[in-house]
């Protein structure tokens, strides 16, 4: 019996990299956040104040929205030890996957939208398979939007299914684990677009080279994406394969 603080229930469920906002990620943000979160005596989150930024409006914007809807307590007790209404501050330091070099590594991922009237995302599936046996997900949400597809112009698409599939292979390097069942497309695309890519030994693309179905010329490109530097080897070589298919609705 007595005062006593409010305990955090299962902390390291409550924030994902699923998490990292779109806006953050297409504009490279990271940063810490510092926050202090109102709970009330059932142990739920009431309110969440910025107490140090991140420098990211939607850093900061997605910690307290995660927050208010993942994080639950142990409510803090008086001296009486009834429960009682406190504040807890949290901190979250978001690294953003875009300041990583990543191995030159095989993977294979597919998407399926279901798409309802005038394009809107109803439903999104991930599967795929890397070299460790990672898993990729595509299918952030925000607000119950799936935000990740905001910029593809989807508007003209009818009711249906929209597949889009990308397979990253690397010269001598075989898939390990196998993709997983369905990670290519299983409906015949309608555009496909092949990347080449050339590493070099600091881990920058040094030439990427592109043709699509809807051209039959081989255009030059740039690959922003670095990848682990590999001091006095050869050129590496890649391939980037996207497809992307549609079936409508019956």
Known sequence: MGQTDPKPIDPATWVTQDDYPAEALNANESGTVVMRM?????????????????GS???????????????????????????????FQRRIQWSSPNDVASPLSPFAMVIRLTLG??????????????????????CQQKDGQYTGFANMGLSGFRPGILTLSNVFEVDGVPFRPAPARGATSDIPPYF???ERLTVDATGKVSRCERRSSRRDTIEPCSYPVGYEPKPGQPARHATMTTSMAFQPKQ
């Open 38 to 54: 109102a709970i009330d005596a059932k142990g739920a989150v009431t309110g969440c104040t910025i107490v140090q930024s991140s």
């Open 57 to 87: 409006a939607s850093l900061d914007t997605t910690s307290c929205n995660v927050m208010r809807e993942r994080a639950r307590f142990t409510p803090a007790t008086d001296a009486n030890g009834q429960p009682t209404t406190s504040t």
């Open 117 to 138: 009237e005038k394009g809107a995302v109803l439903a999104c599936e991930t599967t795929g398979s890397g070299m460790n046996g990672e898993s990729f997900h595509a």
């Open 192 to 194: 496909t677009q092949i």
